[in-house]
């Protein structure tokens, strides 16, 4: 554990990302595997690392820095291929079991018509990029990514201002995500389309990921207002995450219902759980202005 209030800014970041990357190391074969949630754990690991290289940029030269980040975000893509289509997969499921509840289902033979095209089609993409992803990881590029990694860490690039107080950097670099995070959710105005709101929960998840870095093990120098940014990086991200998945899931669904119709087949259900699709997203955004609210007091 690293709580030493004396702590300069560059043994602090440090230390987090090396903790970051043992885990994620520790779940690389087990996402090759295709173990329980292994692939989003690996994922969201590898967004812990970029998250921490972006929001404290500053303490390293820029160069190596940007390159890192540019190695990790192709991994990120690969696996966010695989990882799309296994939360595709989730929404399915419990909005077809809540539909059957519903009485949006009318009989067996629309619900095996919605599972054919929502759930078996798609668990048989999974295990086709799932293929792609474990392939991918076996060529030089994946390996050439671990040594950088390794070596960036063991000899970090600082920047000069690595060798002052961590606490006074780290908080200043901090409260800059926040207001960061603040500006993009301000440019909403109230709405936003789905691009818009992506990138406040992409910068509310930076925000969570660089407040956890510095306020858990093995690196705790803050204590309570920096983990209540964390907290409400992670309410946004969870907020917006949820939205973004029925959004999609209704894109999808309405595609499926096309390709349905073309076929000969009974479109309307698959119409059903779309509406019900973006009913829910919509109900997820009305929690979005007290969310923001409590942004708002805790960047000021």
């Given at each position: 554990m690293v709580d030493e209030a004396d702590l300069d800014a560059?043994?602090?970041?440090?230390?987090?990302?090396?903790?970051?990357?043992?885990?994620?190391?520790?779940?690389?074969?087990?996402?090759?595997?295709?173990?329980?949630?292994?692939?989003?754990?690996?994922?969201?690991?590898?967004?812990?690392?970029?998250?921490?290289?972006?929001?404290?940029?500053?303490?390293?030269?820029?160069?190596?820095?940007?390159?890192?980040?540019?190695?990790?975000?192709?991994?990120?893509?690969?696996?966010?291929?695989?990882?799309?289509?296994?939360v595709r997969v989730q929404v399915a499921e419990r909005a077809l079991e809540a539909a059957v509840r519903d009485g949006l289902v009318e009989d067996d033979e629309q619900l095996e018509a919605v599972k054919t095209r929502l759930i078996d089609a798609e668990r048989r993409a999974y295990r086709l990029t799932h293929a792609r992803f474990v392939e991918r990881q076996g060529l030089p590029r994946a390996a050439a990514r671990r040594v950088e990694l390794a070596s960036f860490l063991d000899d970090p690039p600082f920047a000069p201002v690595a060798s002052r107080p961590g606490r006074k950097v780290l908080r200043k670099l901090i409260r800059?995500?926040?207001?960061?995070?603040?500006?993009?959710?301000?440019?909403?105005?109230?709405?936003?389309?789905?691009?818009?709101?992506?990138?406040?929960?992409?910068?509310?998840?930076?925000?969570?990921?660089?407040a956890e870095a510095v306020t858990t093990e093995p690196v705790e120098l803050f204590g309570t207002r920096i983990a209540a940014l964390a907290d409400v990086g992670d309410d946004l991200h969870d907020l917006l995450g949820d939205h973004r998945d029925e959004v999609l899931f209704a894109e999808h669904v309405r595609r499926a219902a096309a390709r349905a119709a073309h076929e000969g087949g009974a479109a309307l259900v698959f119409e059903r759980l779309a509406a019900e699709a973006d009913a829910r997203a919509a109900a997820h955004l009305g929690d979005l202005p007290d969310v923001v609210k409590t942004l708002r007091s805790l960047a000021d």
């Open positions: 560059g043994t602090a970041v440090v230390t987090a990302l090396r903790a970051v990357a043992d885990r994620m190391w520790e779940l690389e074969p087990a996402a090759r595997a295709d173990e329980p949630d292994a692939v989003h754990q690996l994922r969201t690991h590898v967004r812990r690392i970029r998250s921490l290289l972006g929001a404290y940029a500053p303490v390293f030269d820029a160069a190596p820095t940007i390159a890192l980040r540019r190695r990790f975000g192709a991994l990120g893509d690969e696996l966010g291929v695989v990882r799309d289509i296994e800059k995500e926040a207001r960061r995070t603040l500006k993009r959710a301000d440019r909403l105005d109230g709405g936003g389309d789905t691009d818009r709101l992506h990138e406040v929960r992409k910068a509310g998840r930076r925000l969570r990921y660089a």
